[in-house]
C-alpha cells in the first residue's frame, strides 16, 4: 500500500490525512464537498470518483446540431420548479433554467388503438380510460400523502403496502387495458423498471417525495420535468469541480476497501492500493454501487438486506438532431407516450419507443430526446439496429423526415462501470423494512446519493439535498456545538407540494362531496375510522374466525 | 500474475492448464467435478474454493453428547425419500440414512392462542383456521402443478404470478389470522424470507420442484424433512473429495475474474493473483455469490438481472445438546412449530424459536435443532444472550431440563464469507422474467448450484442435480458426439410427487365430488374452459371497456 498524503493546506496536524473522504463525484458527492469547504473553508476534503469522469449519472455530450455543435444530456437533465434545492445550487453556481417545449399535438400509443394525437392536456383515451387513470392518480395521491417523507414504515398500512408490488395494486384497482397500459409505460420512464418489480410503498414514498404524481407524469408547469438546464446538467459537477478544487478530486480511483478498525479515523484503500486515512467518509453513490465495496467491520445488517433488495432501474435514452424541428412546423410538440407498439425487429417483444420529447436546446438547435421501451430487451440488440429501429418509429409518429437525422447518441446506462443502471435504485417487495439503514451513518461511513433524499428522490434535486444533509451530519461531528444547517433546513421547509390546492379545486368541482366530506369527517371524530384502501381491507382485514 | 499449471497427469498438450475448473466446492461443485472424472478418468479437473473447507451450506461440527463426542449438522441436513439424485449419490459414497424422530406430541404457537400440543399430523388449530391451511395448501399444489419445472415462464399466468407477491397471494386468499402466522411461518423456514419478499412465480416453481408443498411442510414420510445423514451431511463433500483426489481441489482461493476473452480458452484469476486457463469453466456458487466474481467481458443482462433480483435468505440455527432427550419421556415429538411469540428480550419484534426438532444422532446422542424466528432481527444480538433466549423458550415448551444443556452451537449464515445467507436465493418479483438467465451457458462457463436446478430447489438433492446436469453440458462440449448422461436422465424421470394419489385420496373421500368434476370435465372439454384461481380473476381481466 501507498499512502496518498494531501499537501497540509491547513498547517493542522492531524493522524489522519483528511477529515472528510467523499466517495463519488456526482451530484451528491460534489454538493457534500462544496458544502463542506463553503461551511468550513479549512476542512480537509478529498473526493474519489471511479470513473474518468465527473458527474455520476448526469453526462452531457457534444452533438451536430442545425446551427453547429451544441450539448445535450444523456443522463439526468429536467428539473420542475418545486425542486429547491437544486434550484438552491443553481443560483450558487450561476446556472440557469429554460422551459420544456411543450406546445402542440402530443402522440400516443397504447393498447391496440394505433397511434393518436390529442391537443389539451387530457390523453387521447377512451373516456373509460381517462377515468380510471384519473382514479389511479388520486389513489395514488392519497396513498402517497399517507408515506411520512422521513421514515415511510410509520405508514399505517406500511406492511401491506410494503408486500405488495404495484402490479398488483394497478391490476386490482383499475378496470380498463387500456389504463393500466399508461400506468405501467409511465412507471417504467419514472424508475426504470416495471411496476411488479417495486412494492407499493417505495412507490408511494417515492411519489410523496417528489410531491404528487402529476410531478412525475407531467411535462409542463411544476412538474419535475418541466425546466431543464441551459448548457447541460454535467455542469453542476464541473463546476461544483472548479469551486472545490480540482487538485481535491481524484478522477479513475474505484475505492476497494473502507476500514474502520481504528479508533479515530478510517482507511480508505483504492482499488489500485493507494491508502487514505480520514476521520469521517461520505458514500455518494447509488445503493448498488456502494456495496461492491468492502467494508470492515462488515456493513450493518440492515444496509446489507437494503441493498439486496434494491436493484436499479434500467433505461437507454438517445437524442437525435435535426436540421429543423419539422414537428412543430407539423403542429406536435414531439412528446410521444407509448407501449413499444409491435416488435419491429425480431427479438425485443414491442418496438423502441417508450417516451419522447423535444430537446431543442436553448441555443435553437431542434432534438428529439427518448427513451427505449423495455431496455432490458433492447440492450442486448446491435446499435446500429437499434439507431434504424429508433428512427424508423420515429417517421411512425412524425413523419418521413424523422428518417434523416443530423447526429445520433444514445446511452445504455447499465453497461457503463461503476454504474450499472439508470435512473435510480427501486425497491422490491420487503426492502422497506430495512428502510432505515438508508439514512443511518455506519460509525464513521455516511451516506448521500438521490436514493437517500426525502425530496424528490431519484432526480438531481434528491442528489443535492442527500449531499447537503450529508455534509451536515458530518460537519456536526467535526464540530458537536455547530447548530442545524439553516439553509438546508429552510429548503427542506419549502416544500410545497401544490397538492392542497387541486384537492380542494376538485372539492369545489363536485360541490355536493363538500357536504359528505364533512358528515363523514363528523363520523370520523366519533368513531375514530380511518380512510382505508379497498385493496388494503381486501388484504388485511382476516374474519378472524 | 503467477501461472498455476498443473501436474500432466495425462500427457497430452493442450493450451490450456486445464479442462475444466469448477468454482465452489459444495455439493454442487464436487458433484459436477466427481461426474466429471468418473464419466472422462482422463478429464484435467481443478476445483478452486474460496472458504478453507469443503461443504459450502452443508457444515458438520462436534458437539458434546451424552456418550462422549459426536457429529451434529449446522447447514443442510435433511432428505426425502423422492430425492433420487441425492439417493444415488449416498449410494456412491456408501452413506446411510436414519429417519427424522417424530413421534410424541407437537407444539404450536401462532397467533395469541398460547402453547398448545397435538398428537396427530392435524395441527391444533381452530377448525376454520385448519379448513383454511387446507384450502391454501390445496391451492398451492394446484398453483404449482401449473408451473413447468424447466421454464415457469411457460406456465399460463406467469405473468401475473410474477407479479405478485406471496404475502399478496396469502391475504387474498385466506380468511383467517391463524392460517395466515402459520402459513408466513412455514415460508420464513423453508425460504428463510417472509412471503413479502418472493413472488408467487418463484415459489410454486419451488414447491413443484419439491414434488408438492407437502413435501415441504411435513417431517415424516415422504417429506423432504424425512430422513437425516448418518454421521452429518458435510461427508458428502469430504468422501466427494478423496474420489475426485485431495490435489484437484485447493482450499482458501476465492475467485475474482473469468476472462473468456480468448477464442478458446478461459482464464480464471483467484484474489491472490494466480491464474489458471482452462477450455470450459463451471460456477458452483449461489446466485449472489456468482455475481461477486468479474466477468470480461460482462455476464449477460439476463443473468445480471435475474442475480439483482434474487436476495438470499436469512437462517441462523442452532443445535442443543442434552443428557437425556428429556421430551421424549414426556410424550413430545421435539417439533416446535412458533412464530417467535413475545419478544424476551428487548429488540427483536419476536422471541427466537421459529422450528425446532429433535435431532438426537443416529449414535443415541440426544438434541434439539431449531432455527431463529426473524434471523434477520436476531443477528445484530449478542451470542450470549441468544442462547439463554433459546434456552429460556425451549424450556417455556419442553421445561426446565431445556435449561441445563451438555453443548450449544449456532451458526448465523448470513456473517460466512463467501456465503451471505441461507437456505437459498429468493426470487422477488419480477425476477423470474429473467429465469433463462439462470441456466444458460455464458460461452465457455456453465451454471451449477441449487438454485439451478429442476428437482429440489434449495436442498442437498438439487445441488446434486445442478452438479450431474453441468457436468453433462461440459462433457458434451468436451466430446460432442457423446449421448445424454443416462443415469441423470434416469433420475430426472423417477420423479414422484405422490401427489397424484393424495389428490384421488381425497376425491374419493368426497364422494359426491366426483360426479361434478366428470361434469365440470365433459363442460371444459366442450367449451374449452380453463380452471383461474380466483385471485388471478380478480388481478389479470379488466372489463377492457
Chains 1, 2 share one sequence.
Not at 420535468?225 to 481524484?250: M, P, T
Not at 382505508?532 to 381491507?537: A, D, E, G, H, M
Amino acid at each position: 500500500m501507498e499512502h496518498g498524503s494531501p499537501p497540509d493546506l491547513t498547517g493542522r496536524h492531524s493522524p489522519a490525512d483528511w477529515d472528510v473522504i467523499v466517495i463519488g463525484a456526482g451530484v451528491a458527492g460534489l454538493t457534500t464537498a462544496y458544502r463542506l469547504r463553503q461551511e468550513k473553508p479549512d476542512c480537509r476534503v478529498l473526493v474519489l470518483e471511479a470513473k474518468d469522469r465527473v458527474g455520476g449519472r448526469t453526462l452531457s455530450t457534444e452533438m451536430q446540431g442545425a446551427h453547429g455543435k451544441d450539448v445535450w444530456d444523456l443522463g439526468g437533465q429536467w428539473l420542475g420548479s418545486t425542486q429547491h434545492h437544486l434550484h438552491w445550487l443553481m443560483e450558487e453556481l450561476g446556472l440557469e433554467k429554460y422551459p420544456q417545449y411543450s406546445t402542440g399535438k402530443k402522440l400516443m400509443l397504447l393498447g391496440n388503438r394505433g397511434i393518436r394525437s390529442y391537443n389539451s392536456s387530457i390523453p387521447s383515451m377512451s373516456l373509460a380510460a381517462l377515468v380510471d387513470v384519473h382514479r389511479f392518480l388520486t389513489l395514488t395521491d392519497r396513498l402517497a400523502a399517507s408515506v411520512p417523507l422521513d421514515d415511510p414504515m410509520k405508514s399505517p398500512y406500511a406492511k401491506v403496502y410494503d408486500g405488495t408490488t404495484m402490479d398488483s395494486l394497478v391490476r386490482q384497482t383499475t378496470w380498463t387495458q387500456e389504463a393500466r397500459d399508461a400506468i405501467e409505460v409511465s412507471a417504467d420512464i419514472i424508475n426504470g423498471a416495471p411496476p411488479r418489480m417495486m412494492s407499493v410503498l417505495y412507490f408511494m414514498h417515492y411519489v410523496a417525495s417528489a410531491g404528487g404524481i402529476r410531478n412525475l407524469v407531467e411535462a409542463e408547469g411544476d412538474a419535475n420535468n418541466g425546466f431543464r438546464i441551459k448548457g447541460g446538467a454535467q455542469q453542476i459537477s464541473k463546476l461544483l469541480v472548479e469551486r472545490i478544487g480540482q487538485e481535491q478530486v481524484l478522477l479513475g480511483q474505484p475505492v476497494d476497501h473502507i476500514d474502520q478498525q481504528e479508533a479515530d479515523s478510517v482507511t480508505v484503500v483504492t482499488a489500485a492500493g493507494k491508502a487514505f486515512t480520514c476521520r469521517y467518509v461520505v458514500v455518494a453513490a447509488p445503493i448498488h454501487c456502494s456495496t461492491d465495496i468492502k467494508y470492515t467491520p462488515v456493513k450493518p445488517l440492515d444496509r446489507i438486506n437494503l441493498a439486496r433488495l434494491s436493484p436499479v432501474g434500467h433505461l437507454i435514452k438517445f437524442i437525435v438532431t435535426y436540421p429543423t424541428a419539422f414537428w412543430r412546423e407539423d403542429g406536435f410538440s414531439g412528446e410521444i407516450v407509448s407501449n413499444g407498439g409491435k416488435p419491429i425487429i425480431e427479438g425485443p417483444s414491442s418496438g423502441p419507443l417508450h417516451l419522447t420529447y423535444d430537446c431543442t436546446t436553448s441555443n435553437g438547435n431542434p432534438g428529439i430526446v427518448g427513451f427505449y421501451a423495455n431496455g432490458r430487451e433492447w440492450s442486448h440488440i446491435d446499435p446500429d439496429i437499434r439507431k434504424q429501429a429508433v428512427l424508423d418509429s420515429l417517421a411512425e409518429f412524425f413523419g418521413s423526415k424523422a428518417r434523416d437525422p443530423l447526429d445520433y447518441c444514445e446511452k445504455d446506462w447499465a453497461l457503463e462501470s461503476y454504474n450499472g443502471g439508470c435512473p435510480v435504485n427501486i425497491m422490491t417487495p420487503g426492502a422497506m423494512t430495512f428502510h432505515k439503514g438508508l439514512r443511518t451513518p455506519f460509525d464513521r461511513v455516511h451516506w448521500a446519493g438521490t436514493e437517500t433524499a426525502t425530496h424528490h428522490v431519484g432526480f438531481i434535486s434528491g442528489a443535492v439535498q442527500s449531499g447537503m444533509r450529508a455534509a451536515d451530519e458530518v460537519l456536526r461531528r467535526l464540530e458537536p456545538e455547530r447548530p442545524p444547517d439553516q439553509v438546508l433546513t429552510s429548503l427542506d421547509d419549502k416544500r410545497d407540494t401544490g397538492q392542497g390546492n387541486r384537492m380542494w379545486g376538485r372539492l369545489l368541482l363536485v360541490g355536493g362531496a363538500v357536504g359528505a366530506v364533512l358528515v363523514t369527517a363528523l363520523f370520523v371524530k366519533k368513531f375514530g375510522l380511518k380512510w382505508t384502501p379497498s385493496f388494503v381491507r381486501r388484504m388485511s382485514k382476516p374474519w378472524n374466525i
